[in-house]
Protein backbone atom coordinates (compact mmCIF):
# COMPACT_ATOMS: atom_id res chain seq x y z
CA UNK A 1 0.00 0.00 0.00
CA UNK A 2 3.01 2.42 1.02
CA UNK A 3 4.40 1.85 -2.11
CA UNK A 4 1.38 3.29 -4.53
CA UNK A 5 2.73 6.79 -3.11
CA UNK A 6 5.85 6.34 -5.47
CA UNK A 7 5.83 6.51 -9.13
CA UNK A 8 6.83 2.63 -10.31
CA UNK A 9 10.40 3.18 -9.24
CA UNK A 10 11.75 1.37 -6.29
CA UNK A 11 11.54 4.37 -4.13
CA UNK A 12 11.28 4.03 -0.21
CA UNK A 13 8.23 4.35 1.48
CA UNK A 14 7.21 5.26 5.00
CA UNK A 15 7.34 2.25 6.15
CA UNK A 16 8.81 -0.41 3.69
CA UNK A 17 11.69 -2.21 5.20
CA UNK A 18 13.70 -3.49 2.91
CA UNK A 19 16.16 -6.92 2.76
CA UNK A 20 19.42 -3.92 3.27
CA UNK A 21 17.64 -2.82 5.96
CA UNK A 22 16.92 -6.17 7.51
CA UNK A 23 19.95 -7.36 7.10
CA UNK A 24 21.10 -4.08 9.54
CA UNK A 25 18.59 -4.82 11.74
CA UNK A 26 20.08 -8.55 12.05
CA UNK A 27 23.27 -6.62 12.49
CA UNK A 28 21.75 -4.39 15.22
CA UNK A 29 20.31 -7.81 16.78
CA UNK A 30 23.48 -9.82 16.72
CA UNK A 31 26.15 -7.11 17.98
CA UNK A 32 23.89 -6.44 20.77
CA UNK A 33 23.49 -9.66 22.02
CA UNK A 34 27.35 -10.44 21.52
CA UNK A 35 28.17 -6.71 23.55
CA UNK A 36 26.04 -7.79 25.95
CA UNK A 37 27.27 -11.33 27.01
CA UNK A 38 30.90 -10.17 26.46
CA UNK A 39 30.30 -7.51 28.94
CA UNK A 40 28.71 -9.75 31.26
CA UNK A 41 25.61 -7.50 31.70
CA UNK A 42 27.53 -4.40 31.73
CA UNK A 43 25.66 -3.60 28.93
CA UNK A 44 22.17 -3.06 30.03
CA UNK A 45 22.96 -0.87 32.90
CA UNK A 46 21.19 2.66 33.03
CA UNK A 47 24.21 4.61 32.32
CA UNK A 48 25.43 2.57 29.66
CA UNK A 49 22.40 2.38 27.49
CA UNK A 50 21.97 6.38 27.83
CA UNK A 51 25.03 6.94 27.29
CA UNK A 52 24.86 5.24 23.77
CA UNK A 53 21.28 6.32 22.89
CA UNK A 54 22.68 10.31 23.56
CA UNK A 55 25.59 9.55 21.34
CA UNK A 56 23.16 7.51 18.88
CA UNK A 57 21.43 10.74 18.75
CA UNK A 58 24.18 12.99 18.25
CA UNK A 59 25.56 11.22 15.32
CA UNK A 60 21.26 10.68 13.74
CA UNK A 61 20.16 14.05 13.81
CA UNK A 62 22.62 15.62 11.67
CA UNK A 63 22.53 12.30 10.16
CA UNK A 64 19.00 13.24 8.91
CA UNK A 65 19.88 16.11 7.01
CA UNK A 66 23.13 14.80 5.28
CA UNK A 67 20.63 12.09 3.83
CA UNK A 68 18.47 14.25 2.38
CA UNK A 69 21.54 15.94 1.06
CA UNK A 70 23.29 12.81 -0.38
CA UNK A 71 19.67 11.87 -1.78
CA UNK A 72 19.94 14.66 -4.15
CA UNK A 73 23.43 14.07 -5.32
CA UNK A 74 25.31 16.19 -3.12
CA UNK A 75 27.86 15.93 0.08
CA UNK A 76 28.61 17.81 3.20
CA UNK A 77 31.88 17.22 4.88
CA UNK A 78 32.19 20.09 6.57
CA UNK A 79 29.31 19.10 9.41
CA UNK A 80 32.11 17.99 11.76
CA UNK A 81 33.60 21.61 11.47
CA UNK A 82 30.43 23.47 11.62
CA UNK A 83 29.41 21.35 15.04
CA UNK A 84 32.55 23.09 16.28
CA UNK A 85 31.78 26.69 15.08
CA UNK A 86 28.26 26.23 16.20
CA UNK A 87 28.99 24.87 19.57
CA UNK A 88 31.50 27.97 19.92
CA UNK A 89 28.63 30.36 19.23
CA UNK A 90 25.77 28.75 21.47
CA UNK A 91 29.11 28.34 24.17
CA UNK A 92 29.65 31.73 24.22
CA UNK A 93 25.87 32.85 24.75
CA UNK A 94 26.04 30.86 27.45
CA UNK A 95 29.15 32.38 28.99
CA UNK A 96 27.33 35.76 29.03
CA UNK A 97 25.38 34.35 31.22
CA UNK A 98 21.78 33.53 28.49
CA UNK A 99 19.75 31.14 29.27
CA UNK A 100 19.02 27.48 27.65
CA UNK A 101 15.56 29.10 26.26
CA UNK A 102 17.43 32.14 25.14
CA UNK A 103 20.54 30.66 23.66
CA UNK A 104 18.77 27.46 21.69
CA UNK A 105 17.86 29.79 18.75
CA UNK A 106 21.57 31.03 18.89
CA UNK A 107 22.19 27.29 18.21
CA UNK A 108 19.69 26.62 15.62
CA UNK A 109 20.37 30.39 13.45
CA UNK A 110 24.19 29.60 13.57
CA UNK A 111 23.64 26.16 11.69
CA UNK A 112 21.32 27.72 9.40
CA UNK A 113 24.11 30.38 8.41
CA UNK A 114 26.88 27.67 7.87
CA UNK A 115 24.87 25.56 6.27
CA UNK A 116 23.01 28.27 4.22
CA UNK A 117 26.87 29.64 2.86
CA UNK A 118 27.57 25.61 1.76
CA UNK A 119 24.28 25.87 -0.16
CA UNK A 120 25.00 28.59 -1.57
CA UNK A 121 28.30 27.86 -2.78
CA UNK A 122 26.70 24.69 -4.36
CA UNK A 123 23.97 26.31 -5.99
CA UNK A 124 24.65 29.59 -6.98
CA UNK A 125 28.40 29.73 -6.97
CA UNK A 126 28.00 25.98 -9.20
CA UNK A 127 30.99 24.75 -6.60
CA UNK A 128 30.93 21.04 -6.83
CA UNK A 129 29.55 19.93 -3.05
CA UNK A 130 33.13 18.01 -1.96
CA UNK A 131 35.14 21.05 -3.05
CA UNK A 132 32.66 23.63 -1.67
CA UNK A 133 32.50 21.43 1.88
CA UNK A 134 36.16 20.71 1.89
CA UNK A 135 36.55 24.34 1.61
CA UNK A 136 34.31 25.55 4.24
CA UNK A 137 35.59 22.55 6.74
CA UNK A 138 39.02 24.30 7.12
CA UNK A 139 37.05 28.10 6.81
CA UNK A 140 34.72 27.22 9.65
CA UNK A 141 37.55 25.36 11.72
CA UNK A 142 39.33 28.16 11.19
CA UNK A 143 36.96 30.81 12.35
CA UNK A 144 36.35 28.53 15.68
CA UNK A 145 39.93 29.24 16.49
CA UNK A 146 40.12 32.69 15.74
CA UNK A 147 37.42 33.05 18.11
CA UNK A 148 37.91 30.83 20.68
CA UNK A 149 41.65 30.45 20.91
CA UNK A 150 43.35 28.53 23.71
CA UNK A 151 40.28 29.19 25.62
CA UNK A 152 38.02 26.18 26.81
CA UNK A 153 34.39 27.27 27.23
CA UNK A 154 33.23 25.28 30.52
CA UNK A 155 30.66 27.50 31.61
CA UNK A 156 27.74 25.53 30.13
CA UNK A 157 24.64 25.91 32.59
CA UNK A 158 23.36 22.86 34.07
CA UNK A 159 20.50 23.13 33.09
CA UNK A 160 21.34 22.12 29.86
CA UNK A 161 22.54 18.63 31.14
CA UNK A 162 19.25 18.38 33.09
CA UNK A 163 17.28 18.82 29.60
CA UNK A 164 19.00 16.96 27.00
CA UNK A 165 20.36 13.68 29.16
CA UNK A 166 18.64 13.64 32.51
CA UNK A 167 15.12 13.96 32.08
CA UNK A 168 13.72 11.15 30.47
CA UNK A 169 9.92 10.23 29.63
CA UNK A 170 9.58 6.45 29.47
CA UNK A 171 13.32 5.81 30.23
CA UNK A 172 14.27 7.36 27.36
CA UNK A 173 16.51 11.00 27.42
CA UNK A 174 15.00 13.91 25.90
CA UNK A 175 17.72 14.60 23.52
CA UNK A 176 16.56 10.88 22.05
CA UNK A 177 13.26 11.88 21.81
CA UNK A 178 13.93 14.56 19.79
CA UNK A 179 15.71 12.63 17.55
CA UNK A 180 13.07 10.38 16.76
CA UNK A 181 10.65 13.04 15.93
CA UNK A 182 12.77 14.82 13.73
CA UNK A 183 13.62 11.32 11.66
CA UNK A 184 9.79 10.34 11.56
CA UNK A 185 9.19 13.98 10.57
CA UNK A 186 11.36 13.84 7.69
CA UNK A 187 10.31 9.89 6.79
CA UNK A 188 6.55 11.44 6.43
CA UNK A 189 8.21 14.24 4.57
CA UNK A 190 10.30 12.16 1.76
CA UNK A 191 7.32 9.41 1.54
CA UNK A 192 4.30 11.52 1.49
CA UNK A 193 5.01 15.33 0.36
CA UNK A 194 5.48 15.95 -3.19
CA UNK A 195 8.64 18.49 -2.45
CA UNK A 196 9.78 15.37 -0.78
CA UNK A 197 9.45 13.40 -3.76
CA UNK A 198 11.40 16.19 -5.67
CA UNK A 199 14.06 15.38 -3.76
CA UNK A 200 14.50 11.86 -5.36
CA UNK A 201 14.09 13.01 -8.26
CA UNK A 202 16.70 15.78 -7.85
CA UNK A 203 19.29 12.42 -7.18
CA UNK A 204 18.25 10.64 -10.10
CA UNK A 205 18.00 12.88 -12.66
CA UNK A 206 18.59 16.52 -12.17
CA UNK A 207 18.28 18.04 -15.51
CA UNK A 208 15.09 16.15 -15.45
CA UNK A 209 14.04 17.15 -12.70
CA UNK A 210 14.73 21.04 -13.59
CA UNK A 211 12.78 20.41 -16.85
CA UNK A 212 10.33 19.57 -15.47
CA UNK A 213 9.59 22.64 -13.23
CA UNK A 214 11.12 21.09 -9.99
CA UNK A 215 13.07 24.14 -8.39
CA UNK A 216 16.50 22.26 -7.58
CA UNK A 217 18.58 25.17 -7.04
CA UNK A 218 15.90 26.68 -3.79
CA UNK A 219 15.60 22.59 -3.00
CA UNK A 220 19.39 22.01 -2.62
CA UNK A 221 19.81 24.89 -0.69
CA UNK A 222 17.32 24.25 2.00
CA UNK A 223 18.77 20.82 2.26
CA UNK A 224 22.32 22.28 2.81
CA UNK A 225 20.69 24.85 5.35
CA UNK A 226 18.31 22.56 7.39
CA UNK A 227 21.11 20.21 7.74
CA UNK A 228 22.89 23.26 9.05
CA UNK A 229 20.11 23.88 11.39
CA UNK A 230 20.26 20.08 12.62
CA UNK A 231 24.08 20.31 12.99
CA UNK A 232 23.23 23.18 15.61
CA UNK A 233 20.56 20.70 17.53
CA UNK A 234 23.04 18.13 17.84
CA UNK A 235 25.72 20.14 19.33
CA UNK A 236 23.20 21.59 22.14
CA UNK A 237 22.70 18.27 22.42
CA UNK A 238 26.30 17.58 22.70
CA UNK A 239 26.91 20.49 25.16
CA UNK A 240 24.27 18.34 27.52
CA UNK A 241 26.20 15.59 27.20
CA UNK A 242 29.67 16.83 27.80
CA UNK A 243 29.46 20.65 28.55
CA UNK A 244 33.15 21.87 27.22
CA UNK A 245 33.90 23.51 24.17
CA UNK A 246 37.11 23.96 22.88
CA UNK A 247 38.17 24.80 19.27
CA UNK A 248 38.87 20.76 18.42
CA UNK A 249 35.27 20.03 19.15
CA UNK A 250 33.50 17.86 16.35
CA UNK A 251 36.97 17.17 14.21
CA UNK A 252 36.37 13.82 12.36
CA UNK A 253 32.74 14.02 13.57
CA UNK A 254 31.76 14.27 9.38
CA UNK A 255 33.08 11.28 9.14
CA UNK A 256 31.20 9.47 11.48
CA UNK A 257 27.87 11.23 9.90
CA UNK A 258 28.00 9.73 6.61
CA UNK A 259 29.20 6.56 7.82
CA UNK A 260 25.74 6.21 9.25
CA UNK A 261 24.22 7.40 6.27
CA UNK A 262 26.59 5.18 3.73
CA UNK A 263 26.06 2.22 6.10
CA UNK A 264 22.02 2.99 5.97
CA UNK A 265 22.41 2.00 2.34
CA UNK A 266 22.00 5.74 0.81
CA UNK A 267 24.01 5.42 -2.28
CA UNK A 268 26.15 8.45 -2.89
CA UNK A 269 25.39 8.43 -6.24
CA UNK A 270 21.92 10.47 -5.49
CA UNK A 271 18.34 9.47 -5.56
CA UNK A 272 18.14 6.08 -3.49
CA UNK A 273 18.13 5.57 -0.08
CA UNK A 274 16.35 5.75 3.59
CA UNK A 275 15.59 7.59 6.46
CA UNK A 276 15.00 4.03 8.02
CA UNK A 277 18.42 2.89 7.26
CA UNK A 278 20.38 5.55 8.36
CA UNK A 279 18.19 5.29 11.91
CA UNK A 280 19.85 1.79 12.38
CA UNK A 281 23.09 2.49 10.26
CA UNK A 282 23.62 5.32 13.20
CA UNK A 283 22.56 2.36 15.63
CA UNK A 284 25.41 0.44 14.90
CA UNK A 285 27.98 3.14 14.49
CA UNK A 286 26.83 3.73 18.15
CA UNK A 287 27.16 0.16 18.83
CA UNK A 288 30.32 -0.19 17.81
CA UNK A 289 31.76 2.65 19.31
CA UNK A 290 30.18 1.87 22.63
CA UNK A 291 31.20 -2.10 22.66
CA UNK A 292 34.63 -1.00 21.90
CA UNK A 293 34.24 0.66 25.20
CA UNK A 294 32.77 -1.97 26.86
CA UNK A 295 34.62 -5.53 25.77
CA UNK A 296 38.13 -3.68 27.13
CA UNK A 297 39.25 -3.73 23.32
CA UNK A 298 41.86 -1.02 22.31
CA UNK A 299 39.59 1.77 21.37
CA UNK A 300 41.59 1.80 18.11
CA UNK A 301 40.11 -1.66 17.15
CA UNK A 302 36.63 0.70 16.80
CA UNK A 303 38.31 2.32 13.22
CA UNK A 304 39.42 -0.95 11.76
CA UNK A 305 35.96 -2.52 12.90
CA UNK A 306 33.79 0.50 11.44
CA UNK A 307 35.83 0.48 8.22
CA UNK A 308 35.35 -3.08 7.44
CA UNK A 309 31.41 -2.57 8.35
CA UNK A 310 31.23 -0.45 5.69
CA UNK A 311 32.80 -1.88 3.00
CA UNK A 312 31.00 -5.55 3.90
CA UNK A 313 27.94 -4.03 4.16
CA UNK A 314 28.22 -1.79 1.16
CA UNK A 315 29.52 -4.69 -1.20
CA UNK A 316 27.03 -7.33 -0.41
CA UNK A 317 24.76 -4.92 -1.70
CA UNK A 318 27.13 -5.16 -4.50
CA UNK A 319 27.18 -8.83 -4.70
CA UNK A 320 22.65 -9.16 -3.96
CA UNK A 321 22.63 -6.53 -6.79
CA UNK A 322 24.65 -8.65 -9.36
CA UNK A 323 22.50 -12.23 -7.80
CA UNK A 324 19.27 -10.56 -8.97
CA UNK B 1 44.61 19.54 -25.24
CA UNK B 2 42.12 18.82 -23.10
CA UNK B 3 45.03 18.17 -20.33
CA UNK B 4 45.50 21.60 -19.63
CA UNK B 5 42.56 23.71 -19.29
CA UNK B 6 43.77 26.91 -20.77
CA UNK B 7 39.91 28.45 -20.76
CA UNK B 8 39.33 27.98 -17.39
CA UNK B 9 41.94 26.24 -14.82
CA UNK B 10 45.00 27.04 -15.89
CA UNK B 11 44.71 31.24 -16.31
CA UNK B 12 43.14 31.22 -12.68
CA UNK B 13 46.08 28.69 -11.21
CA UNK B 14 48.46 31.78 -12.39
CA UNK B 15 46.67 34.29 -11.25
CA UNK B 16 46.45 33.06 -7.43
CA UNK B 17 50.31 32.00 -7.71
CA UNK B 18 50.98 35.51 -8.77
CA UNK B 19 48.93 37.04 -6.07
CA UNK B 20 49.96 34.32 -3.49
CA UNK B 21 53.44 35.77 -4.88
CA UNK B 22 52.95 38.90 -4.18
CA UNK B 23 50.96 38.45 -0.81
CA UNK B 24 53.81 36.53 0.39
CA UNK B 25 56.18 38.97 -0.40
CA UNK B 26 54.50 42.18 1.22
CA UNK B 27 53.38 40.08 4.44
CA UNK B 28 56.29 38.47 5.11
CA UNK B 29 59.13 40.29 3.29
CA UNK B 30 62.49 37.95 5.04
CA UNK B 31 60.95 35.11 2.81
CA UNK B 32 63.06 35.59 0.31
CA UNK B 33 66.55 33.40 1.55
CA UNK B 34 67.98 30.01 -0.04
CA UNK B 35 67.86 29.03 3.43
CA UNK B 36 63.91 30.22 4.12
CA UNK B 37 63.23 28.45 0.58
CA UNK B 38 64.77 25.03 1.26
CA UNK B 39 62.99 24.60 4.44
CA UNK B 40 60.13 25.78 2.59
CA UNK B 41 60.45 23.17 -0.38
CA UNK B 42 61.15 19.88 2.74
CA UNK B 43 57.43 20.79 3.98
CA UNK B 44 55.47 20.52 0.59
CA UNK B 45 57.84 17.54 -0.69
CA UNK B 46 55.62 15.34 1.71
CA UNK B 47 52.08 16.78 0.69
CA UNK B 48 53.01 17.13 -3.16
CA UNK B 49 53.99 13.83 -2.94
CA UNK B 50 50.88 13.02 -1.96
CA UNK B 51 49.54 15.12 -3.83
CA UNK B 52 50.66 13.30 -6.99
CA UNK B 53 49.34 10.19 -6.62
CA UNK B 54 46.07 11.84 -5.36
CA UNK B 55 46.57 13.48 -9.54
CA UNK B 56 46.34 10.34 -11.07
CA UNK B 57 43.24 8.88 -8.80
CA UNK B 58 41.42 12.28 -9.22
CA UNK B 59 42.06 12.24 -13.08
CA UNK B 60 40.78 8.97 -13.67
CA UNK B 61 37.67 10.37 -11.65
CA UNK B 62 38.29 8.95 -8.51
CA UNK B 63 38.81 9.71 -5.00
CA UNK B 64 41.18 8.29 -2.26
CA UNK B 65 40.49 9.97 1.09
CA UNK B 66 42.60 7.40 2.46
CA UNK B 67 45.99 8.59 1.36
CA UNK B 68 46.92 10.37 5.00
CA UNK B 69 46.05 7.13 6.41
CA UNK B 70 48.25 5.49 4.48
CA UNK B 71 50.73 7.62 4.83
CA UNK B 72 50.83 6.81 9.06
CA UNK B 73 50.26 3.31 8.67
CA UNK B 74 53.11 2.97 6.64
CA UNK B 75 55.50 4.85 8.02
CA UNK B 76 55.29 3.11 11.91
CA UNK B 77 55.42 -0.47 9.88
CA UNK B 78 58.73 0.70 8.56
CA UNK B 79 59.63 2.36 11.94
CA UNK B 80 58.55 -0.65 14.04
CA UNK B 81 60.74 -2.52 11.30
CA UNK B 82 63.75 -0.66 12.22
CA UNK B 83 63.21 -0.46 15.57
CA UNK B 84 62.79 -4.36 15.52
CA UNK B 85 66.53 -4.70 14.24
CA UNK B 86 65.60 -4.80 10.16
CA UNK B 87 67.77 -2.79 8.06
CA UNK B 88 66.59 0.28 6.75
CA UNK B 89 66.92 -0.06 2.93
CA UNK B 90 64.27 -3.24 3.63
CA UNK B 91 61.94 -1.28 6.20
CA UNK B 92 61.66 1.06 3.68
CA UNK B 93 61.02 -1.49 1.16
CA UNK B 94 58.73 -2.96 3.71
CA UNK B 95 56.96 0.09 4.41
CA UNK B 96 56.62 1.09 0.10
CA UNK B 97 54.78 -2.56 -0.26
CA UNK B 98 52.79 -1.65 2.57
CA UNK B 99 51.36 1.44 0.72
CA UNK B 100 51.19 -0.54 -2.55
CA UNK B 101 48.97 -3.14 -0.79
CA UNK B 102 46.55 -0.02 0.90
CA UNK B 103 46.30 1.03 -2.77
CA UNK B 104 45.87 -2.19 -4.48
CA UNK B 105 42.74 -3.25 -1.52
CA UNK B 106 41.26 0.46 -2.58
CA UNK B 107 41.41 -0.11 -5.74
CA UNK B 108 40.26 -4.11 -6.10
CA UNK B 109 37.57 -2.92 -3.53
CA UNK B 110 36.66 -0.12 -6.28
CA UNK B 111 36.69 -2.05 -9.11
CA UNK B 112 35.31 -5.13 -7.64
CA UNK B 113 32.67 -4.21 -5.68
CA UNK B 114 31.46 -1.30 -7.89
CA UNK B 115 31.19 0.77 -4.85
CA UNK B 116 31.77 4.55 -5.24
CA UNK B 117 35.70 5.47 -4.65
CA UNK B 118 34.62 7.99 -1.66
CA UNK B 119 32.95 5.29 0.40
CA UNK B 120 35.95 2.67 -0.35
CA UNK B 121 38.30 5.09 0.36
CA UNK B 122 36.46 6.25 3.57
CA UNK B 123 35.98 2.66 5.09
CA UNK B 124 39.82 1.71 4.72
CA UNK B 125 40.39 5.41 6.00
CA UNK B 126 39.18 4.08 9.18
CA UNK B 127 40.63 0.90 8.82
CA UNK B 128 44.07 1.72 7.85
CA UNK B 129 44.42 4.31 10.36
CA UNK B 130 42.92 1.87 13.03
CA UNK B 131 45.56 -0.59 12.10
CA UNK B 132 48.17 2.34 12.39
CA UNK B 133 46.98 2.58 16.16
CA UNK B 134 46.58 -0.62 16.73
CA UNK B 135 50.05 -1.91 15.79
CA UNK B 136 52.08 0.77 17.83
CA UNK B 137 49.57 0.65 20.67
CA UNK B 138 49.19 4.26 19.89
CA UNK B 139 52.44 5.55 20.81
CA UNK B 140 55.22 6.54 18.29
CA UNK B 141 57.89 5.27 16.74
CA UNK B 142 61.47 6.86 17.49
CA UNK B 143 65.30 5.19 17.36
CA UNK B 144 65.90 4.38 13.99
CA UNK B 145 69.27 3.63 12.57
CA UNK B 146 71.29 6.85 11.16
CA UNK B 147 71.91 5.70 8.03
CA UNK B 148 67.30 6.08 7.22
CA UNK B 149 67.53 9.73 8.15
CA UNK B 150 69.46 10.41 4.96
CA UNK B 151 66.15 10.27 3.58
CA UNK B 152 64.59 13.74 5.05
CA UNK B 153 67.63 15.15 6.19
CA UNK B 154 70.59 14.47 3.41
CA UNK B 155 71.59 17.23 1.48
CA UNK B 156 73.53 17.10 -2.42
CA UNK B 157 75.37 19.96 -2.67
CA UNK B 158 73.67 21.80 0.05
CA UNK B 159 69.75 21.30 -1.62
CA UNK B 160 67.92 18.97 0.30
CA UNK B 161 68.29 15.78 -0.55
CA UNK B 162 63.92 14.85 -1.18
CA UNK B 163 63.68 17.95 -2.86
CA UNK B 164 66.34 17.14 -5.91
CA UNK B 165 66.83 13.55 -5.65
CA UNK B 166 63.27 12.45 -5.07
CA UNK B 167 60.83 15.34 -5.72
CA UNK B 168 61.61 16.40 -8.77
CA UNK B 169 62.86 13.27 -10.81
CA UNK B 170 59.76 11.72 -9.21
CA UNK B 171 57.61 14.58 -11.06
CA UNK B 172 59.44 14.88 -14.39
CA UNK B 173 58.86 10.59 -14.59
CA UNK B 174 55.08 11.23 -13.28
CA UNK B 175 54.40 13.89 -16.60
CA UNK B 176 56.34 11.72 -18.63
CA UNK B 177 54.03 8.95 -17.70
CA UNK B 178 50.99 11.27 -18.13
CA UNK B 179 51.87 12.68 -21.22
CA UNK B 180 54.00 10.41 -23.27
CA UNK B 181 52.59 6.84 -22.62
CA UNK B 182 49.77 4.72 -23.03
CA UNK B 183 48.94 4.63 -19.43
CA UNK B 184 48.39 8.48 -19.02
CA UNK B 185 46.24 8.48 -21.88
CA UNK B 186 44.27 6.22 -20.47
CA UNK B 187 43.97 7.43 -17.14
CA UNK B 188 42.51 10.79 -18.53
CA UNK B 189 40.21 8.99 -20.85
CA UNK B 190 38.24 6.75 -18.33
CA UNK B 191 38.51 10.09 -16.17
CA UNK B 192 36.48 11.67 -19.46
CA UNK B 193 34.02 9.27 -19.84
CA UNK B 194 34.18 5.65 -18.01
CA UNK B 195 31.35 4.39 -20.02
CA UNK B 196 32.77 5.26 -23.79
CA UNK B 197 36.78 3.89 -22.79
CA UNK B 198 34.88 0.98 -21.71
CA UNK B 199 33.00 0.21 -24.92
CA UNK B 200 36.06 1.28 -26.74
CA UNK B 201 38.07 -1.49 -25.02
CA UNK B 202 39.77 -0.54 -22.19
CA UNK B 203 40.12 -1.80 -19.34
CA UNK B 204 39.73 0.57 -17.41
CA UNK B 205 39.07 -1.41 -13.87
CA UNK B 206 42.99 -1.99 -14.34
CA UNK B 207 43.41 1.79 -15.07
CA UNK B 208 41.70 2.55 -12.06
CA UNK B 209 43.20 0.23 -9.66
CA UNK B 210 47.06 1.03 -10.92
CA UNK B 211 45.93 4.50 -10.06
CA UNK B 212 45.12 3.54 -6.17
CA UNK B 213 48.18 1.82 -6.23
CA UNK B 214 50.32 4.12 -7.26
CA UNK B 215 48.43 6.71 -4.91
CA UNK B 216 49.46 4.36 -2.04
CA UNK B 217 53.20 4.01 -2.49
CA UNK B 218 53.33 7.36 -3.25
CA UNK B 219 51.77 7.99 -0.28
CA UNK B 220 54.10 5.59 1.63
CA UNK B 221 57.19 6.79 0.63
CA UNK B 222 56.20 10.85 1.60
CA UNK B 223 55.32 8.73 5.07
CA UNK B 224 59.22 7.80 4.91
CA UNK B 225 60.39 10.93 4.37
CA UNK B 226 58.56 12.65 6.74
CA UNK B 227 59.61 9.76 9.60
CA UNK B 228 63.19 10.72 8.47
CA UNK B 229 63.27 14.10 8.90
CA UNK B 230 60.99 14.07 12.26
CA UNK B 231 62.95 11.30 13.24
CA UNK B 232 59.65 9.83 14.78
CA UNK B 233 56.89 7.60 12.94
CA UNK B 234 53.82 8.51 14.33
CA UNK B 235 50.13 6.37 14.25
CA UNK B 236 48.04 9.68 13.93
CA UNK B 237 49.94 11.53 11.35
CA UNK B 238 48.73 12.45 7.87
CA UNK B 239 45.09 13.11 9.33
CA UNK B 240 44.36 16.71 7.32
CA UNK B 241 46.43 15.11 4.81
CA UNK B 242 43.37 13.43 3.27
CA UNK B 243 41.63 16.89 2.53
CA UNK B 244 44.30 18.73 1.42
CA UNK B 245 45.61 16.52 -1.18
CA UNK B 246 42.57 17.26 -2.44
CA UNK B 247 42.69 20.44 -2.45
CA UNK B 248 45.31 20.93 -3.95
CA UNK B 249 45.00 18.70 -7.13
CA UNK B 250 41.56 20.50 -7.64
CA UNK B 251 43.55 23.84 -6.82
CA UNK B 252 45.97 22.77 -9.59
CA UNK B 253 43.83 22.38 -12.34
CA UNK B 254 42.24 19.23 -11.82
CA UNK B 255 38.63 18.87 -12.45
CA UNK B 256 37.00 16.75 -9.80
CA UNK B 257 35.01 14.45 -11.92
CA UNK B 258 37.98 13.53 -13.88
CA UNK B 259 39.16 13.84 -17.09
CA UNK B 260 41.24 17.16 -16.69
CA UNK B 261 44.21 17.66 -15.13
CA UNK B 262 47.83 17.20 -14.89
CA UNK B 263 50.83 16.91 -12.37
CA UNK B 264 52.71 19.83 -13.37
CA UNK B 265 49.65 21.75 -12.17
CA UNK B 266 49.62 20.04 -8.64
CA UNK B 267 53.20 20.59 -8.51
CA UNK B 268 52.63 24.38 -9.17
CA UNK B 269 49.56 24.17 -6.69
CA UNK B 270 51.94 22.71 -4.49
CA UNK B 271 54.44 25.26 -4.06
CA UNK B 272 51.30 27.87 -3.80
CA UNK B 273 49.81 26.22 -0.72
CA UNK B 274 53.42 25.75 0.94
CA UNK B 275 54.48 29.87 0.16
CA UNK B 276 50.67 30.06 2.03
CA UNK B 277 51.80 27.94 4.84
CA UNK B 278 55.72 29.01 5.21
CA UNK B 279 54.53 32.40 4.84
CA UNK B 280 51.87 32.41 7.62
CA UNK B 281 54.23 29.83 10.10
CA UNK B 282 57.12 33.33 8.76
CA UNK B 283 54.39 35.17 11.10
CA UNK B 284 53.95 33.14 13.92
CA UNK B 285 50.27 32.10 12.70
CA UNK B 286 48.80 28.66 13.84
CA UNK B 287 48.28 25.94 11.22
CA UNK B 288 44.30 26.07 11.65
CA UNK B 289 44.61 29.62 10.22
CA UNK B 290 46.60 28.22 7.07
CA UNK B 291 44.56 25.08 6.41
CA UNK B 292 41.31 28.02 6.92
CA UNK B 293 43.18 30.01 4.33
CA UNK B 294 43.68 27.07 1.90
CA UNK B 295 40.25 26.50 1.98
CA UNK B 296 39.16 30.16 0.89
CA UNK B 297 41.63 29.98 -1.76
CA UNK B 298 40.33 26.33 -3.07
CA UNK B 299 36.66 27.99 -2.88
CA UNK B 300 37.80 31.29 -4.67
CA UNK B 301 39.85 29.51 -7.48
CA UNK B 302 36.62 27.65 -8.15
CA UNK B 303 34.53 30.28 -7.86
CA UNK B 304 36.68 32.31 -10.48
CA UNK B 305 36.91 29.41 -12.77
CA UNK B 306 33.10 28.57 -13.07
CA UNK B 307 32.94 32.97 -13.41
CA UNK B 308 35.57 32.66 -16.47
CA UNK B 309 33.48 29.23 -17.93
CA UNK B 310 30.03 31.83 -18.21
CA UNK B 311 31.64 34.88 -19.26
CA UNK B 312 33.28 32.14 -22.37
CA UNK B 313 29.62 30.42 -22.88
CA UNK B 314 27.91 34.22 -22.79
CA UNK B 315 30.69 35.49 -25.62
CA UNK B 316 29.81 31.87 -27.50
CA UNK B 317 26.69 32.45 -27.64
CA UNK B 318 26.93 36.30 -28.56
CA UNK B 319 29.08 35.26 -31.52
CA UNK B 320 27.20 32.36 -32.55
Redesign the interface.
Known amino acids: MASTASTGSRWPSWINISARELLLIIGVIVITAGISIGSHGNFWNDSNLTNLMINTAITLVPAIGMTVIILTGG?D?SVGSMLGLVAVAGGTAFEHGVGLAAATPVFLVAGAILGFVNGA?ITY????P???T??????Y???A??FLGNHWITMIPPSVTQAMVLTQPLGIPIAVWIALVLIALCMVFLARLPRGRHIFAIGNNENAARLNGIPVERIKLAAYTLTGVLVGVAALMSLGHSPMVQ?TTGTGFE?TV??AV?LGGTE??GGRGSLLGTLLGAILVGLVQNGVVLLHI?P?????????I??VS??SA??RRAAD | MNRIDWTGRAPVLIVISAITLIGVTIGAPGIWSVDNLFAMGVLAVEIGIIALGQTFVINAGGIDLSVGAIFALAQVTMGLAMVAGVPWPVAVALGLCVGLVCGLINGLATVWLRVPAIIVTLATMFAFNGLALVITNGIDVSGFPDGFYVLGQGTIFTIPLQIIAIYLPLLIVLAIVQWRTRFGRLVHLTGTNALAARLTGIRIGRVQIATFVIAGVLAALAGAISASRLTTARPDAGEVDNLISIAIVVLGGSSIFGGKGSVLGTALATLVIALVNYGLSFNNLNAVYQSGLIGLILIAAVLMQNIMLRLQQRRATAAG
Open positions: IVLGRVPVIALGTLSVRAAFITLIAVLTQFWSGVVLGVILVGTV
